[in-house]
């Protein structure tokens, strides 16, 4: 089978999505000898990231690239021609798209190769269109419209985004839309992080931290998180620091001064992006792992987190419970009483929080890699 994989989200300074799809690439690249795959660094005029055109060669041999394409400019020119287009995917059986973008061009059902496969991540940009971007909101909105009328498969990330696809587009076939959950990347095989502290005094003494992973934006509901913490200590919590690591994303350009506003600023430390080094040690030394966010397609740091034994305090809504289940606790993503009270509790209970610890770990250990791309390749097989 000839297998053209969207890698184009996948660079240095990847989140979720290219986390997902970089796992899926590695694993499927490491089991699936006997197919030849085409990765394709540069997918569509939505998103381009003009490093990917001059990235390393993957470790593999056998793997062919697509297009380098070094400038948004160049991409547009490429993704926008469909006889272009068509004389890449030529030879190709299946293709998988991960980066939201599908051209209006493509027809399903025209007999043309190759089938295209489609990743469903979230439809937070639908749903709550006031947490991102008006680009961002477009750019996604069309590219999931067009798969929904020209992709003959997709993969959700999780029930509740397949639930909330399925709704938004009620014209797709259910039984095209398949779960294949992601799992962490810290479990996966031939996948060796050595744990490194991060480079700052806070964590040369030992001393506990509350932690928080995801990119500065609405939809994490940093903001809420730090009220939390700010009525935590004012009901005379411990003084356990607070961290958050992750990159600045948009709307939140005020989040500096906001923190810098807290009685607690002192005890409050934004990373920025970390390495995956330095966040397997986060995780593997934070006294909890807090993630308020009110959307997620996914989660994976929650579910990085439980597969290092953290102790995790998330949002009930939308996938977050599918992941925990009651191996850690979910507290609506607008409750300030139940998010201080469970700062209190883990903060003062060692032997709750280590009951929860072997309780995260056991219920990570249910996603893996392994099941989710032999359910994936049973999918190309299907979808050729």
Known sequence: MKIAFDISQTGSSK?????????LIEELLRT???????????????????????SAAHRYSGVRYGPRLKSRNEAENFWRNPSQVAQLFADVDVLHANNFWCPSYWLKGNGAKPTL?????????????????????????NGMFNASLSADWFVAISEASRQCFLRHFPHVDPLRVKLIYPASRFDQLGYEVKPKSPAHPL????????????????????????????????????????????????????????LSSSPWSKDIHLLGYVSEAELAWLYAHCLANLYPSNYEGFGLPVLEGMG?????????STSLPEIVGDAGLL???????GWVEALMLVSKDQSYG??????????????NWATSTEALMSLYELAS
């Open 32 to 54: 699936a000898g006997e197919h030849e795959f085409t990765l394709l660094t540069s997918f569509g005029d939505f998103f381009h990231d003009s490093a990917m055109a001059s």
């Open 15 to 23: 989140a979720g999505c290219g986390f997902y799809a970089a796992a």
């Open 117 to 141: 496969v489609y990743t469903i991540y979230d439809l937070s940009f639908a749903e709550h269109p006031e947490w991102t971007t008006e680009a961002n909101r477009l750019g996604c909105f």
């Open 354 to 367: 280590r009951k929860l610890s072997l309780a995260a770990k056991e219920r990570a250990s249910l996603f």
């Open 331 to 337: 507290l609506g993503c607008r409750d300030l009483e």
């Open 203 to 258: 964590f040369s003494v030992g001393d506990p931290f509350f932690l928080s992973v995801g990119t500065i934006e609405p939809r994490k509901n940093q903001r809420f998180l730090i009220q939390a913490y700010n009525r935590y200590r004012g009901s005379g919590g411990l003084p356990v620091p607070l961290v958050l690591a992750g990159g600045k994303g948009w709307l939140m350009e005020d989040f500096d001064s906001y």
């Open 308 to 316: 290092m034994g953290a102790v995790t305090i998330a949002g009930n």
